[in-house]
């Protein structure tokens, strides 16, 4: 394309609250035949809530909700957030934690009150040696409904289980369907457990996905769908989707997403609408055709 109709291209765009960083970008947009969206914070609204605390032994609620929240204040995780505010909307006062780690993809452990706290997904539990016997089904049937349960453990035994709900984003089901009708082969990738991942993907209407993917094997995902002959658009507002985004043809991310997430894309959907990623492909499609 002419550098001029790469300029009004930009500039439309922008109109539709589209960022296009560079000339490439606009041009490879309107090529891309798979996009990948990340799940949390891209489909949906990143802004999961506590829905349920099943608690594993006779404790109180109040005392559980206290003991995670305080080890999820150190945690920047949305999930982490969504434990904090539940806690804080109860007037439960957080507690001082110490030896704070925060194991990517996996989950929290800190200690407090001499207490060693654990908190996240089977696999944290199993890689710590967490007894879940029966609460696994509890758990996958929280998943069902579209919800993540996390497990927390205090002194190495399951205390309870907490599940969060993050709704889809009212607009992301059509704006998928208008990429699907573009003939993009839409993918969902997330570190969010198998149960919960197809229950989103298939309300999303998407019926491709991967889950538990760890932050580092998003990026191989794309590498992997370009060697088999895509051209891949990336979507994604975390730190964790970073590399992905750097490495695809194109990369898209949330504008209210994080900016490491935004400084590795090609181009920033200022409205946080998945719309963005048709209205891009539009403008591309438009500004190719004037070259001729
Ligand atoms: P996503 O792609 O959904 O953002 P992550 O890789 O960040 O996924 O996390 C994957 C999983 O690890 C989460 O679904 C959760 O079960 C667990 N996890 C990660 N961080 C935390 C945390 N701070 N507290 C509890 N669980 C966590
Ligand atoms: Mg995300």
Do not use: W
């Not at 594993?56 to 109040?62: F, G, L, S």
């Not at 490491?260 to 055709?289: C, F, P």
Request: some cysteine; aromatic content about 4%; overall charge negative.
């Amino acid at each position: 394309a002419t550098p001029m109709s790469v300029m009004v291209g930009v500039g439309k765009a922008a109109e539709a609250g589209v960022l296009i960083r560079n000339g490439e970008a606009l041009q490879n947009a309107s090529k891309i035949t798979a996009m990948i969206l990340d799940k949390t914070g891209t489909i949906t609204e990143g802004a999961p809530k506590v829905t349920d605390i099943v608690l594993a032994k006779a404790t109180d609620e109040k005392d559980v909700l206290q003991l995670a929240a305080s080890l999820e204040s150190g945690s920047e995780h949305p999930l982490a957030q969504a434990i904090v505010e539940s806690a804080l909307d109860k007037d439960i006062e957080l507690l001082k934690i110490e030896a704070f780690n925060a194991i990517t993809g996996f989950g929290v452990e800190a200690n407090c009150n001499n207490k060693a706290l654990l908190f996240g997904n089977d696999k944290l539990m199993k890689l710590k040696g967490i007894d879940l016997t029966g609460f696994v089904g509890k758990a996958q049937s929280l998943a069902k409904e579209a919800k993540t349960p996390m497990y927390f453990a205090v002194d190495g035994e399951l205390a309870a289980i907490i599940a969060v709900a993050d709704p889809i984003k009212s607009d992301s089901i059509s704006a998928i369907q208008r990429l699907q009708a573009n003939g993009i082969r839409v993918i969902m990738l997330t570190g969010d457990n198998k149960e919960t991942a197809a229950t989103v993907a298939k309300k999303a209407g998407i019926s491709e996905f991967f889950a538990e993917v760890l932050p580092e094997d998003k990026a191989n995902k794309v590498k992997e769908l370009q060697g088999s002959g895509e051209i891949v658009g990336m979507t994604g507002d975390g730190i964790n989707d970073a590399p992905a985004l750097a490495l695809a043809d194109v990369g898209f991310a949330i504008g209210t997403g994080t900016d490491v997430a935004i400084e590795s894309a090609d181009i920033t959907l200022m409205r946080g609408s998945l719309h963005g990623l048709a209205d891009a492909i539009a403008v591309s499609k438009a500004t190719l055709r004037n070259i001729k």
